[in-house]
């Protein structure tokens, strides 16, 4: 028996594919997806193509009874990954642009404050630690202060990590209570996140 000489175009593997043949997909898939992932390497980061080529042929085996090829489906699934690049790009400019402007805002924010507010918050602050219980306040202090990890201050005081979460979770609360009308100046210079 001669063997198959049909080209293996990937119009032709698709159509085998939609016809029930899965080992056809693996074929197309195996030979097109690293020049489809070259193709839009020109366009975005090598990350991004092949989350893009990965995500057009996901979508082609999910839709293969509904997808009908009027044309080229190589020309097709090119022009897809062209406008999906575009897609990706415009995302990623929009974000950055968005970065850029909050970064800028609250540089802004920081510069109208004056030196007398930032003392005042820092006194605030400290005073507020002080007045925390004693267990919260040793759990939050080596943790924000000493920069230690919570299974380092559970080992230190022989405690688990979940009480040391809880130990500075509580801390935090009662800290936001206390400092509630400092909130617009510590979330400017981003002192109270937990």
């Known amino acids: 028996m001669k063997p198959d000489s049909t080209p293996k175009t990937i119009g032709y593997l698709f159509s085998t594919f939609q016809?029930?043949?899965?080992?056809?997909?693996?074929?197309?898939?195996?030979?097109?997806?690293?020049?489809?992932?070259?193709?839009?390497?020109?366009?975005?980061?090598?990350?991004?193509?092949?989350?893009?080529?990965?995500?057009?042929?996901?979508?082609?085996?999910?839709?293969?009874e509904m997808f009908v090829i009027e044309s080229s489906l190589g020309s097709y699934i090119f022009?897809?990954?062209?406008?999906?690049?575009?897609?990706?790009?415009?995302?990623?400019?929009v974000k950055k642009r968005a970065d850029t402007y909050y970064?800028?805002?609250?540089?802004?924010?920081?510069?109208?404050?004056?030196?007398?507010?930032?003392?005042?918050?820092?006194?605030?602050i400290h005073q507020a630690i002080d007045a925390l219980p004693e267990k919260y306040k040793e759990a939050f202090v080596m943790?924000?202060?000493?920069?230690?990890?919570?299974?380092?201050?559970?080992?230190?005081?022989?405690?688990?990590?979940?009480t040391i979460d809880y130990r500075i979770q509580q801390a935090l609360k009662v800290l936001r209570q206390d400092l509630k009308e400092y909130l617009p100046l510590l979330f400017i210079l981003g002192g109270?996140?937990?």
Not at 33 to 61: N, S, T
Not at 79 to 93: A, H
């Open 103 to 124: 970064y800028e805002s609250r540089l802004d924010m920081l510069y109208d404050l004056d030196v007398y507010q930032i003392e005042e918050l820092t006194k605030k």
């Open 192 to 194: 109270m996140n937990s």
């Open 19 to 64: 016809k029930g043949n899965e080992e056809a997909f693996e074929t197309l898939f195996r030979r097109y997806y690293p020049i489809f992932c070259a193709y839009a390497q020109r366009f975005v980061a090598i990350e991004d193509a092949e989350e893009i080529v990965q995500d057009i042929m996901l979508w082609l085996y999910n839709n293969k």
């Open 143 to 162: 943790h924000r202060f000493k920069e230690m990890s919570y299974k380092e201050i559970a080992a230190q005081l022989e405690v688990s990590t979940k």
């Open 79 to 93: 022009k897809m990954i062209y406008n999906r690049s575009l897609n990706k790009i415009s995302q990623k400019e």
